[in-house]
Antibody, heavy 121, light 108 residues
Framework: EVQLVESGGGLVQPGGSLRLSCAAS????????MSWVRQAPGKGLEWVAD????????YYMKSVEGRFTISRDNAKNSLYLQMNSLRAEDTAVYYC??????????????WGQGTLVTVSS | DIQVTQSPSSLSASVGDRVTITCQAS??????LNWYQQKPGQAPKLLIY???NLQTGVPSRFSGSGSGTDFTFTISSLQVEDIATYYC??????????FGQGTVLEIK
């Protein structure tokens, strides 16, 4: 059974840093691109970043580029999101999700339960 | 960047009703459009991928159609357990993803 379990969320001051983790199990982790998707309180879903299976390529949404870094440790079956220079608008539940390719398109076939990040003074 | 417009933003229907939600992309995205269900306090769940493919384990009352810029998601006979927010999500071919604004589905 595929499982994704996020951790590391919490309260942080504006300008601060936080590192999120996602522990994966039930599949060959290194075979899959992985993403972080976030959801601000009462708002919709927003894709944040993803990373290739071997960690060699990363892509980001424009508003987090240069502040967030996605990475992975395939030996530990773990995905990470290092968040620096945090802003109030980064407040959200952050979900870890597995990317899956079908034909030419991509979707997110498994999701973790999410971890809440609150940026506030 | 490709924009996705989802409508309606909210919908009230009775048990047994046929329910339809639409998503329109700002340019041709072939069939790269997916649909998710999110119940309160839960993570999203994939229902339909590549416009019309039913994810394993998802009831057959859910379906999707469309290609190019116009897509439709349908629940053929609404059940109480279908109360949720539904999102479309597009992949633009440039390794970027965008979600629709969401449709809150309520029981009348």
């Amino acid at each position: 059974e595929v499982q994704l379990v996020e951790s590391g969320g919490g309260l942080v001051q504006p300008g601060g840093s936080l590192r999120l983790s996602c522990a994966a199990s039930g599949f060959t982790f290194s075979d899959h691109w992985m993403s972080w998707v976030r959801q601000a309180p009462g708002k919709g879903l927003e894709w944040v970043a993803d990373v290739k299976g071997d960690g060699s390529s990363q892509y980001y949404m424009k508003s987090v580029e240069g502040r967030f870094t996605i990475s992975r440790d395939n030996a530990k079956n773990s995905l990470y999101l290092q968040m620096n220079s945090l802003r109030a608008e980064d407040t959200a539940v952050y979900y870890c999700a597995r990317d899956h390719k079908y034909s030419g398109g991509w979707h997110f076939d498994y999701w973790g339960q999410g971890t809440l990040v609150t940026v506030s003074s | 960047d490709i924009q996705v417009t989802q409508s309606p933003s909210s919908l009230s229907a009775s048990v047994g009703d046929r329910v339809t939600i639409t998503c329109q992309a700002s340019r041709d995205i072939k069939t790269y459009l997916n649909w998710y269900q999110q119940k309160p306090g839960q993570a999203p769940k994939l229902l339909i991928y590549d416009a019309s493919n039913l994810q394993t384990g998802v009831p057959s009352r859910f379906s999707g159609s469309g290609s190019g810029t116009d897509f439709t998601f349908t629940i053929s006979s609404l059940q109480v357990e279908d109360i949720a927010t539904y999102y479309c999500q597009q992949y633009d071919g440039d390794l970027l993803y965008t979600f629709g604004q969401g449709t809150v589905l309520e029981i009348k």
